[in-house]
């Protein structure tokens, strides 16, 4: 990295950028500063505009429901089951004409019932953001956290199942739409 003087969107990242992608089983993944960040990214990505209304759950760090704020739009809070992860049972009665997006934060290397949530999005044509800050590695029923949704976040500050020195995050997807945008956003 200093001997090639690549700092900053480069090689390094590229390599990383695409062994994680291969991890997960995503076809694109895109190394940010931070996961707060990579939410953000994901968030004005699929559009998110004031106004708008984003159901997640408040049992979480800030940075899901404070860029969803950041951004004019209402985050609409629901409760989680006795696992501490989002109840798919609550969504239905909290979706509004405004609704246009769920967050469903997996926690602790465990992850929500993405069938239930994917078919309550799929019904209401919602689109998903995976918070999957802290579940890298993590399946649920044999697939990867952060591959169900329209995207996946990580977040790679020290804590985190793949922690590095200082903050780092990463987005993936499967749809090239979204990875163009994202690279723009990022850019």
Same mark, same amino acid.
């Given at each position: 990295?200093?001997?090639?003087?690549?700092?900053?969107?480069?090689?390094?990242?590229?390599?990383?950028?695409?062994?994680?992608?291969?991890?997960?089983?995503?076809?694109?993944? $895109?190394? @940010? /500063?931070?996961?707060?960040? #990579?939410?953000?990214?994901?968030?004005?990505? =699929? !559009?998110? +505009? &004031?106004?708008?209304?984003? $159901?997640? @759950? /408040?049992?979480?760090?800030? #940075?899901?429901?404070?860029?969803?704020?950041? =951004? !004019?739009? +209402? &985050?609409?809070?629901?409760?989680?089951?006795?696992?501490?992860?989002?109840?798919?049972?609550?969504?239905?009665?909290?979706?509004?004409?405004?609704?246009?997006?769920?967050?469903?934060?997996?926690?602790?290397?465990?992850?929500?019932?993405?069938?239930?949530?994917?078919?309550?999005?799929?019904?209401?044509?919602?689109?998903?953001?995976?918070?999957?800050?802290?579940?890298?590695?993590?399946?649920?029923?044999?697939?990867?956290?952060?591959?169900?949704?329209?995207?996946?976040?990580?977040?790679?500050?020290?804590?985190?199942?793949?922690?590095?020195?200082?903050?780092?995050?990463?987005?993936?997807?499967?749809?090239?739409?979204?990875?163009?945008?994202?690279?723009?956003?990022?850019?």
């Amino acid at each position: 990295c200093y001997a090639k003087g690549d700092f900053v969107l480069r090689e390094d990242l590229e390599i990383f950028e695409s062994k994680l992608a291969k991890f997960v089983g995503t076809k694109y993944a $895109i190394g @940010v /500063s931070s996961g707060t960040d #990579a939410l953000k990214l994901s968030y004005k990505a =699929l !559009g998110l +505009k &004031p106004g708008d209304e984003v $159901i997640t @759950v /408040s049992h979480v760090f800030i #940075a899901p429901i404070q860029e969803i704020y950041n =951004l !004019g739009a +209402k &985050p609409v809070l629901i409760d989680v089951k006795e696992d501490g992860l989002m109840d798919p049972n609550l969504l239905e009665q909290a979706i509004t004409k405004k609704t246009v997006g769920i967050v469903p934060i997996h926690l602790s290397g465990k992850v929500c019932d993405m069938d239930k949530i994917m078919k309550i999005a799929r019904k209401y044509k919602l689109w998903v953001v995976e918070d999957a800050c802290q579940a890298l590695g993590a399946k649920w029923k044999g697939k990867m956290a952060g591959t169900f949704g329209d995207v996946g976040c990580f977040s790679h500050i020290a804590p985190k199942t793949l922690g590095m020195g200082g903050d780092g995050g990463t987005i993936v997807t499967n749809r090239k739409d979204l990875y163009t945008r994202i690279n723009l956003l990022r850019n």
